[in-house]
């Protein structure tokens, strides 16, 4: 398969993401959070279900032979990206919770990290520094309401809301490992195919795991989705779309390679804030837009 495929894939699935994260702030004022977490996976399940069996069925390939291993990294990797989701919202509720949102994107350096301690991932000297640029450029912008970002980002990392970060950064991290260890313990001849299969699993876990937390916890929200079901159905159609995305783009490269220059996302949030809402934005955050585009043109010619 092409080399750089993953680049290509990478940016569409940020795209996907983006818009995602706009669906689901839409949804936020109708549904729970955790409610508006469930569409993302409850409505995309049946779309990353019929991907799969269109690939296997429709196409030809093979079908993939699942094993205890592939199962147990997809329930580590599912189990891993809800936790983090939950920590990430309760930084939130801290009074300085740009702090503890700036250390959760440390998400790509302990990426890097498990993905050569779990699965051998060797990153280049070059890779490194574009990886350590890229985060330092994304915690300044997740600073940018801050009046000295740099003082807070220094000063601020004991700070209970800075750990749950790193805590949340961590489990992101350890989630997108998982699912990269996922696709290769398939060993199928068709990274897309195994990419598509890890997908369909995890989704469907992570549907039944936060289905029956909502069954327990918040029964009322059923009502609420139903209710809401067009919005819903979009925003699991846009997370279905970017996470085939990511899973294909993590099959064929390193989880932090992807992770870095899935960092477009940003850019695109900042053009559209600049261009459409013509919001003017502050030094700090130009800063770090800056640094975020340097990064991704050193992981882009990065030697691998």
């Known amino acids: 398969m092409v080399e750089w495929l993953w680049i290509p894939i990478t940016v569409a699935a ?16 109708r549904l729970s959070t955790s409610a508006s977490n469930f569409t993302r996976f409850a409505f995309g399940m049946p779309v990353a279900i019929a991907y799969l069996l269109g690939l296997l069925f429709g196409l030809g390939y093979t079908v993939p032979r ?19 989701t939950g920590l990430l919202l309760h ?22 990290v498990f993905g050569l301690v779990f699965l051998g ?22 600073l940018v309401a801050s009046d000295r970002p740099l003082r807070a980002l220094l000063g601020g ?8 970060g790193i ?35 995890a989704t469907t876990f992570q549907s039944a795991a936060l289905g029956a937390y909502l069954a327990w916890r918040e029964p009322d929200q059923f009502a609420k989705l139903a209710q809401a079901w067009r919005p819903s159905l979009l925003a ?14 993590m099959t064929l490269q390193a989880v932090a390679y992807v992770r870095t220059l899935g960092l477009v996302e940003l850019l695109f949030t900042f053009l559209v804030s600049a261009l459409w809402f013509r919001e003017k934005p502050r030094p700090t955050e130009i800063a770090g837009v800056v640094l975020v585009v340097a990064g991704i043109a050193m992981i882009l010619n990065a030697p691998r």
């Open 121 to 142: 991932d060797r990153l280049t000297a070059w890779g490194s520094a574009s990886i350590l640029v890229s985060t330092l450029g994304v915690m300044l912008v997740s």
């Open 167 to 201: 805590a949340s950064g961590g489990f992101f991290a350890v989630s997108a490992v998982g699912f990269r260890a996922a696709s290769l313990s398939l060993e199928h001849p068709s990274p897309i195919v195994a990419a598509a299969c890890t997908l369909a699993f």
């Open 236 to 249: 699991g159609l846009t997370s279905v779309l970017g996470s085939a995305g990511w899973f294909t783009a």
């Open 14 to 29: 940020a795209l996907f993401q983006c818009l995602r994260l706009a669906l689901q702030r839409f949804l936020k004022g």
């Open 66 to 84: 699942i094993d205890q291993t592939f199962l147990a990294w997809v329930v580590a990797g599912g189990l891993a990206q809800i936790v983090a």
């Open 91 to 112: 930084v939130f509720s801290f009074r300085n919770f740009p702090v503890g949102i700036a250390y959760a994107k440390t998400e790509v350096i302990q990426a890097a």
């Open 157 to 164: 990392w004991m700070e209970r809301s800075a750990l749950i």
